[in-house]
């Protein structure tokens, strides 16, 4: 069963239960209004029967007793025989009677005792308000029971209440047919979710509510766009991630496959007889040379796994120092490195050999795209509490839609390139992880034709107390 059918079958009964309460206590008030004025009615001319015959027994010069027939019958017939009242002597004893005879004896005798007026039901169904009065004439008393009709407000009511039935009827049809409109209405951003999460399921990722408003619905729809959107995200990383492991399996074996087809191919033809001396040199070149190509990959492989997965320690290291060790570790026939660093000592907060393979990576890419005669740049600014590294060139830059995948591994712009100037595919990646594991992260500026620059930031440490100084 459905949210809205539910809701419907909920609120139905309670609006019926409040209109039938609210019309029943309605009609019950206006019938005991009614029943009240009636009774009042009725002991307003019980009182005035009451002083007729006692001022016409205390007139009459005769026993009371018997002279109550007499009165009683003049009394029925000035009236017509529409009076219904009975006379009794002190004793009880029934003088005259002008009851109808579905008023029973009984209730009659009964009130002779009772104090005030009494509602009975006759056999017939018919209701009547009964009142007995006590009257003293001279040494005796009589009684008068007089008996009024109150069929008037209880047939009022029973009219009032088949009305109201039908009226009822109306009203809690119309009453529910707005119900159904507003629940179906209020429901609809329901069904909108219920919608958008079965297109979802079925692979339409990007299926989303955006329902407007700020009820709890709403607060729903946002929170299930906020999912939806975590959702897709985490399948574009996964379908991501699956790419660049299928990625890397396939550049490494083919990072693999190449120099080990060069050192099969040259080590075969050093095992031919009378191979040409020169020949014979240059395939053993060739061979040194793969063998170092494959011995750097490894290395940096290997490099890569620990830093990745590896727990780091950070430490302080002088910024002198690093840019130290970063020259002693260039080659010597490298281009010239110009290096613009703050004078004042500078302490960050890392690991020395790791920030230097990080360094020594980026110089070395950019040697690479630099033009022969040009010149490679690092630039270090320090702040209060963070020092930023540059490593720029002039060379021939880095297309666009290539900036985003520099960072994987074994991603190459130019192939040949690279593998010309003995480059694996996996610095960038190693630099990258080097960074993470410092709370970093590169940052790539290129145009083609103009150069390049990969920007990083680390935390730098307070300055050392008086007396101390940097570690050489």
């Not at 005259?96 to 006759?122: F, K």
Request: one cysteine or more; a negative charge; aromatic letters at 6%.
């Amino acid at each position: 069963m459905k949210l809205s059918q539910k809701l419907l079958l909920a609120v139905l009964p309670v609006l019926g239960l409040v209109l039938s309460l609210g019309g029943w206590l309605l009609i019950r008030q206006d019938f005991t209004a009614l029943l009240a004025a009636m009774q009042r009615q009725a002991e307003t001319e019980q009182l005035r029967e009451r002083s007729a015959l006692q001022a016409e027994l205390l007139s009459a010069d005769v026993d009371p007793v018997l002279y109550l027939p007499e009165y009683g019958a003049a009394v029925d017939r000035y009236t017509g025989g529409e009076r219904a009242f009975a006379l009794f002597s002190d004793s009880g004893v029934l003088a005259y009677s002008a009851m109808p005879q579905q008023v029973q004896l009984a209730w009659q005798l009964a009130l002779l005792d009772a104090d005030g007026g009494m509602l009975r039901t006759a056999a017939d169904g018919s209701r009547w308000y009964l009142i007995a009065d006590r009257i003293p004439v001279r040494e005796t008393a009589v009684y008068y029971v007089g008996a009024y009709p109150m069929d008037t407000a209880y047939n009022t009511q029973a009219m009032l209440l088949a009305s109201y039935f039908w009226i009822e009827l109306a009203v809690f049809a119309a009453a529910g047919l707005a119900v159904w409109f507003m629940i179906h209405r209020l429901t609809r951003p329901l069904r909108a979710l219920d919608a958008a999460s079965r297109q979802i399921a079925a692979g339409d990722y990007a299926r989303r509510t955006a329902l407007p408003g700020s009820d709890e619905i709403a607060a729903l729809s946002r929170s299930f766009d906020h999912m939806a959107d975590a959702l897709q995200a985490e399948l574009d990383s996964r379908a991501l991630a699956v790419r660049q492991r299928e990625d890397f399996i396939s550049a490494l074996s083919h990072e693999l496959k190449t120099p080990m087809t060069s050192i099969l191919g040259y080590a075969q033809l050093l095992r031919t007889e009378g191979a040409d001396p020169e020949l014979r040199e240059r395939a053993a070149g060739y061979i040194a040379h793969e063998a170092r190509r494959l011995e750097s990959l490894s290395r940096k492989l290997l490099d890569l796994m620990q830093v990745t997965r590896g727990t780091v320690t950070l430490g302080p290291v002088p910024l002198s120092a690093l840019l130290t060790a970063l020259r002693r570790a260039l080659p010597q026939n490298s281009l010239p490195l110009a290096v613009r660093a703050p004078e004042a000592p500078c302490t960050l907060r890392g690991d020395a050999d790791l920030l230097c393979d990080l360094l020594l990576n980026l110089v070395t890419n950019a040697v690479r795209a630099a033009p022969k005669d040009g010149c490679v740049h690092l630039d270090v600014t320090a702040t209060a509490d963070r020092v930023q590294f540059a490593v720029w060139d002039t060379g021939r830059g880095v297309p666009p839609q290539d900036l985003p995948r520099l960072t994987e591994p074994f991603y190459m712009v130019d192939k040949s390139r690279a593998r010309a100037g003995g480059g694996s595919g996996v610095g960038l990646a190693l630099c990258q992880a080097i960074a993470a594991a410092h709370g970093a992260a590169l940052a790539f500026e290129s145009q083609p034709g103009r150069g390049t620059c990969v920007r990083f930031e680390l935390d730098r440490l307070p300055p050392p107390e008086a007396g101390e100084e940097d570690a050489p």
